[in-house]
Structure formats: structure tokens, C-alpha cells
């Protein structure tokens, strides 16, 4: 905080923290046997501590922007800030829990899989390991299947797995690319409200990738959401007004066909919604 003279009043000046996370002007390309595809076109957006910040839009930019968040996919252009750092490589600052369950090595029990990156790091001696690892399994409701092996757990409970485990590491920020997206309704909202549980207990930073309007207003407290091909911002707003308890409130069903017409509206009319969005979010 800092204090300035003006007009012979003093005036006191808030400055603003510097955002955990800055994505600018980034742009992103893959390659295809015939051609170089554009994902994404000078996005940028800042995630702040303790933000959950969701990527909403067509399939295809939204998880390789998180992958290029990971330190997996260097950008074409603009730059990816960690703390002010340029992200040049995937780094335990920056864990990924992707839609596959089958993302645990079978060989190791649910222990095994939450404590072999602590080990891996250098972070922590086996016993300090072990500690953690029943820590977060006691977090996300499994620690009496810690010495279960993941072929005998369901789909949903494979999540949770990887989900302590990523917590366990203490990232900067937590990354999750559809986790949900092949549960089952029942499953996907339980896990949701576990999700949601855990951030009130640690308040951890997440940037979340769906595809589902819903899912978004529910999991995010603000929203991008990004055309098609290439993927560019066409509106950023709040959402953490919002919980799985006020999906039936006829604001929130508003709130999420208004955030359908912004997908599925045409180019010309992007900046004028674009504009009603943001100021409705603020």
C-alpha cells in the first residue's frame, strides 16, 4: 500500500497483487500430416491465488492450453508466467489430473501411487511420504482402500486417487483437463461437490478445462470462454456466485444460456456480447 499527494489530500493507493498465473497473447499450433493447425490466437488471461479458473469453449484449445500451462506444448507465440517466471517446461509447481483413469500405475497400491512422486521429488523420506499420502487418501474419502490396487477401484474413485495424489505434491496450481467428463451423472456430481470440498478446506488454485456450461458455473469462480478454431477470449466473467445448490435457480439458468449464446453466437456479434458479459460478471 502506498500513499500520494494529490490536490493537497492524501490519497491512499491499494496496489493490486501480481497474479499467480499470466497467460499473454499466447498462441498455439500443432501439426497434422497435411498442414499447421492454429489452436489457439494471442489468448491471454491471469489467474490469482485461490482463483478456480475454468476454460470453456469448442474441444481441442481449451486442454492444449492447459497442456501448454503444464510446461508440455511450448507456445507459437506470447508467453506463459509462473510467478512472474517464464514457463519453459512441465515442473511439480504444476500437476495435471487428465480425464483417463487409467493414469496410475496398476503395479502400485492407491498408497503407492499418492507417495511415489513425493518420493520421486526428493520432497520427503518414506515415512514422511506414507504420513502425506494417508493425509490426502483421508481427504478425498479412501484411505481405508490404501492398500487396494487400481484395477479393483471404480472410475470415480480412480479420480480421487489422482486427485490426492496432485494434492499431495502442493502445486502452485492444480490443473484438471475434463476429469469428470466420463462418470456418470450420480459420479460426476458427487464428485464435483468433493472437489469443491477440498478447495473450501486448502483453497488450493485450479484452472479446470470442460465443456459443459454447467459444470463451469458450478466448479469455476471465473469463467473464459473461448471460440473455435482458432481459440481466442471472447468473454471473461464471475461465476462464484454460484454452487451445485442453486442449479435449479432460474439465475442460474439464465447465467447459463446466456453463456451458450456467447459459444454458439456468430463472429460479428462477439464484441458487443462480449462487453455485456464482462460487465454483468463485474
Known sequence: MAETLHGGARLRVVSQPQPLLQVDRVSLEYRTPQRVVRATHQVSFDVHAADRFVLLGPSGCKST???????????AGGEIRL???????????????????????????????????????????????????????NKVGLA?????????????????????????????????????????????????EELLALWDDAAFTLLFVTHSIEEALVVGSRILLLSPHPGRVRAELNSHQFSLASQGSAEFQHAAQRIHNMLFETPAETHDAQERVIAAGH
Open 144 to 192: 481405508s482402500f490404501a492398500d487396494a490396487y487400481p484395477h479393483t477401484l471404480s472410475g470415480g474413485m480412480k479420480q480421487r486417487v489422482a486427485i490426492a495424489r496432485a494434492l499431495a505434491m502442493r502445486p502452485k496450481v492444480l490443473l484438471m483437463d475434463e476429469p469428470f467428463a466420463a462418470l456418470d451423472a450420480l459420479t460426476r456430481r458427487r464428485m464435483q
Open 83 to 137: 510467478e512472474g517466471q517464464r514457463v519453459r517446461a512441465p515442473g511439480p509447481d504444476r500437476i495435471v489430473v487428465f480425464q483417463e483413469f487409467d493414469q496410475l500405475p496398476p503395479w502400485k497400491t492407491v498408497k503407492q501411487n499418492v507417495m511415489f512422486p513425493l518420493r520421486q521429488s526428493g520432497r520427503m523420506s518414506k515415512a514422511e511420504a506414507a504420513d502425506t499420502a494417508m493425509h490426502f487418501l
Open 65 to 75: 492450453l492447459l497442456k501448454a500451462v503444464a510446461g508440455f506444448v511450448p507456445p
